[in-house]
């Protein structure tokens, strides 16, 4: 069964911290790998991901994939409040995207 | 830009009651799918759909049907709603599931009482 876990579940710190955000995952005929950032209402995209060893970048935000380790991480820099949001990793299978659990992330002033 | 529509945004059911959400896509996408978001739970796909004509079960099939008769639209019908069927739904689509990112409809906030 195609299986997506993230860690941490939640996560506090305050702004100015940098910021891990893990996901591995075990799926059949991996495609690529994306994370999304969910504020309110729908999930919006952040990065697609399909090499290993290619980093991401898009301002304070990178990630990369590591397809040996099947695994991905998300770094956030210099966090600020407007960070604060649950961040979703998925993995593109041969016909499913499967959703990790997600990382609840709170930034304090 | 319309994008991913997803109807109603909110519904309030009754156990045993049926209703439809609806969902529509103006992107000539292929792929088509439904989640629902449980608190930590993240999203768990119910069904899934690689074109018209075509549909097939997620994680969490069970309570749930849909169609796809044309490359629009996809439906989520709750045949016989139950409280464990109180969540969020997000409709969801893409070019093809292979590396392009989905799309997501403003979701459903579904209560069943």
């Known amino acids: 069964e195609d299986k997506v876990v993230q860690s941490p579940l939640s996560l506090v710190v305050h702004e100015g911290d940098t910021v891990t955000l893990n996901c591995s995952y075990e799926?059949?005929?991996?495609?690529?790998l994306l994370w999304y950032k969910q504020e309110k209402k729908a999930p919006t995209f952040l990065f697609m991901l399909?090499?290993?060893?290619i980093e991401k970048k898009s301002g304070r935000l990178s990630s990369i994939l590591d397809k040996k380790e099947l695994s991905s991480i998300l770094n956030i820099t210099a966090t600020q409040t407007g960070d604060s949001a649950i961040y979703l990793c998925a993995v593109a299978g041969a016909q499913k995207l499967v959703f990790g659990q997600g990382t609840r992330l709170t930034i304090n002033p | 830009n319309a994008g991913v529509t997803q109807t109603p945004k909110f519904q309030v059911l009754k156990t045993g009651q049926s209703m439809t959400l609806q969902c529509a896509q103006d992107m000539n996408h292929e792929y088509m799918s439904w989640y629902r978001q449980d608190p930590g739970m993240g999203l768990r796909l119910i069904h899934y759909s690689v074109g018209a004509g075509i549909t097939d079960q997620g994680e969490v099939p069970n309570g749930y049907n849909v169609s796809r008769s044309t490359t629009e639209d996809f439906p989520l019908r709750l045949l016989s709603a139950a409280p464990s069927q109180t969540s969020v739904y997000f409709c969801?689509?893409?070019?093809?599931?292979?590396?392009?990112?989905?799309?997501f409809g403003q979701g459903t906030r579904l209560t069943v009482v």
């Open positions: 799926v059949t005929n991996f495609r690529s």
């Open positions: 399909t090499s290993s060893g």
């Open positions: 969801a689509s893409s070019y093809t599931v292979l590396n392009t990112e989905a799309f």
